[in-house]
């Protein structure tokens, strides 16, 4: 029992130690507190930006719709 708590304890003990330097390494090298670096400047993009009014239109035949967009047709 001890043996199979071992085996499955130490990669956990070994991966919590080799995680503690791992916060540096992605933490930028400035500080957002600096006011050197400045402001960027952002762009405004309306919800409905690109949409195209459509109105409905009565359904067509689906098999001859199928048909003309089967691969060979109207070859």
Same mark, same amino acid.
């Given at each position: 029992?001890? /043996?199979?708590?071992f =085996? =499955?304890?130490?990669?956990?003990a #070994?991966?919590?130690?080799? =995680?503690?330097?791992?916060?540096?390494?992605?933490?930028?090298?400035s500080?957002? %507190?600096?006011p050197?670096?400045?402001? /960027?400047?952002?762009?405004?993009?309306?919800? #409905?930006?690109?949409y195209?009014? /459509?109105?409905?239109?009565?359904?067509?035949?689906?098999? &001859? &719709?199928?048909?003309? &967009?089967?691969?060979? %047709?109207?070859?």
């Amino acid at each position: 029992m001890f /043996r199979i708590l071992f =085996a =499955a304890g130490m990669p956990l003990a #070994l991966a919590a130690c080799t =995680a503690a330097g791992r916060p540096a390494d992605i933490m930028p090298d400035s500080s957002p %507190a600096d006011p050197a670096i400045g402001i /960027r400047s952002t762009h405004h993009h309306t919800v #409905l930006e690109g949409y195209t009014h /459509r109105v409905a239109v009565e359904p067509k035949p689906w098999r &001859q &719709q199928n048909d003309s &967009q089967a691969p060979g %047709a109207g070859s």
